[in-house]
């Protein structure tokens, strides 16, 4: 027979239980959500201000292009998971389609076009901070890549390449995001383009 402690017991850890479940389920994943956007739009301000000041023109490609994506990431950042990457990665080889995203050779191309070679690395800043956060959102929100992370972070000091916490996490995420993930599949988030 229970007791009236243990049932008060199993009735504390129940209510914590279902708390835990619902912060950690429900709530955070909000949070990092609504904290990936705000930082989007600070990035896209960024961006806007960089035209705002003339130094490019609101009609550029390059300019187009940056704000369409970061538009994307702001309007689909609910779908950069790495289970959706996955999957798209696994569509693709299965259906031997070639990279379906032509956004990466226009962001080239409007880059070439930028004649101020101050406003090209203002641009390539830009770009590289929100495929930036765009990664780190997708790898801080997958347990599967937080572990694909530690076991290449342990290969990588095993074999001496340890120079640093910095530098350690740089190459195991971009190793990690290297095998099924690449900035590809990242931008095509952004375009809307994903299984």
């Known amino acids: 027979m229970i007791s009236e402690s243990q049932l008060a017991d199993f009735l504390q850890f129940a209510v914590v239980a279902l708390f835990m479940i619902v912060v950690i389920f429900?709530?955070?994943?909000?949070?990092?959500?609504?904290?990936f956007r705000q930082?989007?739009?600070e990035i896209r301000d960024e961006l806007f201000d960089l035209a705002a000041d003339g130094q490019i023109s609101?009609?550029?490609?390059?300019?187009?292009?940056?704000?369409r994506?970061?538009?994307?990431?702001?309007?689909?950042?609910?779908?950069l998971t790495a289970f959706r990457m996955l999957m798209s990665v696994i569509i693709h080889k299965i259906s031997g389609e070639q990279d379906p995203s032509r956004w990466h050779t226009e962001w080239d191309n409007a880059l070439t076009s930028t004649d101020n070679e101050h406003v090209r690395r203002q641009l390539e800043r830009i770009h590289h901070k929100g495929?930036?956060?765009?990664?780190?959102?997708?790898?801080?929100?997958?347990?599967?890549?937080?572990?694909?992370?530690?076991?290449?972070?342990?290969?990588?000091?095993?074999?001496g390449?340890?120079?640093?916490?910095?530098q350690l996490l740089k190459a195991a995420s971009r190793k990690a995001l290297n095998g099924p993930i690449n900035y590809r599949s990242i931008e095509d988030v952004a375009q809307g383009q994903f299984a």
């Open 131 to 159: 495929m930036r956060l765009a990664t780190m959102r997708l790898l801080l929100g997958s347990p599967i890549l937080w572990i694909m992370m530690l076991i290449f972070m342990a290969q990588i000091m095993f074999q």
């Open 39 to 41: 930082e989007m739009f």
């Open 69 to 79: 994506q970061m538009n994307g990431f702001i309007r689909h950042g609910h779908q």
């Open 58 to 67: 609101f009609q550029h490609p390059a300019y187009i292009l940056l704000r």
């Open 26 to 35: 429900k709530i955070l994943p909000a949070v990092r959500l609504d904290a």
């Open 161 to 166: 390449a340890a120079k640093g916490v910095r």
